[in-house]
């Protein structure tokens, strides 16, 4: 805009100076002809001034494009720099969540390493454990698998004095609890156990009869008096409670007696019922 005004004053100027040499050339004769090449210069430089004002113009025009164009980019780069400080934002969360989340994958990490550990620890633990519980179920299952049955190989009797019947012929001694040394049953665990014995007698004249202790404690008693020498079998059974290591017998009184053949016809059985507290 400065530009076309300037460009007017300009032509103004040189319009008066055409108008002032005009007069002068009027008066002299000799600068007419100078008049006319200076209408030549003045209309050559307004046409050249006008293709100037066109040029101008479109300049301008293209000028305010550009400013429309250089205003919507300046627009467009506001927002894109507002998205991009967005984005920075947003990035800088997921990084920070990014660390957060490192950090509890570390923990975890460490975390796991303990339960490996751990793991390892309760394994070796439950081997020792298994071992263990297998020794003690070998030790329970030969402890609750006590049964025993024996005979007498020769007839007993009679004594000077309560004796113990030493039942020699053993037929089953499963746990080993029975000795057929010495005729005592030793209970290997507390438990109820259950005995049964059966005597027989043939001696006319004479009583046959045993008693079942448990320890130095008589628990009971059978005998027959034989009147007419054949033999007479009686039987007799009991259930008691043993503590671990209480002792069984079977007793004959003295001047008693018990016949035996090749029929074994006196036994003493007992068996483990059920295993219980002391």
């Known amino acids: 805009m400065k530009r076309t005004v300037t460009v007017t004053f300009l032509l103004l100027l040189l319009l008066l100076q055409i108008s002032l040499q005009q007069t002068r050339a009027a ?24 293709e100037m004002k066109t040029q101008v113009k ?17 627009k467009r780069s506001r927002q894109t720099e507002s998205q991009l400080e967005s984005l920075k934002k947003e990035m800088a969360a997921q990084l920070s969540e990014v660390s957060v989340i490192r950090s509890s994958l570390v923990n975890v990490e460490a975390e796991m390493g303990k339960l490996k550990k751990e793991n390892e620890d309760l394994k070796k633990k439950a081997s020792t454990a298994e071992g263990y519980l297998k020794t003690l179920k ?14 007498l190989s020769a007839s007993v009797g009679p004594l ?9 012929k053993v037929l089953t001694n499963t746990g080993g609890a029975y000795s057929p040394s010495t005729g005592v049953f030793t209970a290997p665990t507390a438990g109820i156990y259950y005995f ?10 004479q009583y046959s009869g045993v008693s ?6 008589r628990l009971t008693h059978l005998s027959e008096y034989n009147n007419d020498g054949y033999p007479r079998h009686f039987s007799g059974g009991i259930a008691i409670h043993l503590s671990e290591g209480d002792a069984v017998t ?8 018990l016949y035996e053949d090749s029929y074994t016809r006196n036994i003493f059985s007992g068996f483990l019922l059920f295993p219980m507290n002391s």
């Open 160 to 168: 000077s004095g309560l004796g113990v019947v030493v039942y020699t």
């Open 212 to 217: 079942l202790y448990r320890n130095q404690e």
């Open 58 to 74: 479109f300049i301008e025009k293209e000028n305010g494009d550009l400013k429309t164009k250089m205003t919507r980019q300046i």
């Open 27 to 50: 008066a002299d004769p000799k600068s007419l002809k100078r008049s006319d090449d200076l209408k030549n210069i003045l209309y050559e430089q307004g046409t050249a001034l006008a």
């Open 196 to 205: 049964r014995f059966t005597a027989c007698g043939s001696a006319n004249g």
């Open 250 to 257: 079977v007793r004959l009184p003295s001047s008693y007696r």
């Open 138 to 151: 070998k030790e329970i299952t030969e402890k609750l698998q006590v049964v025993f049955s024996a005979g």
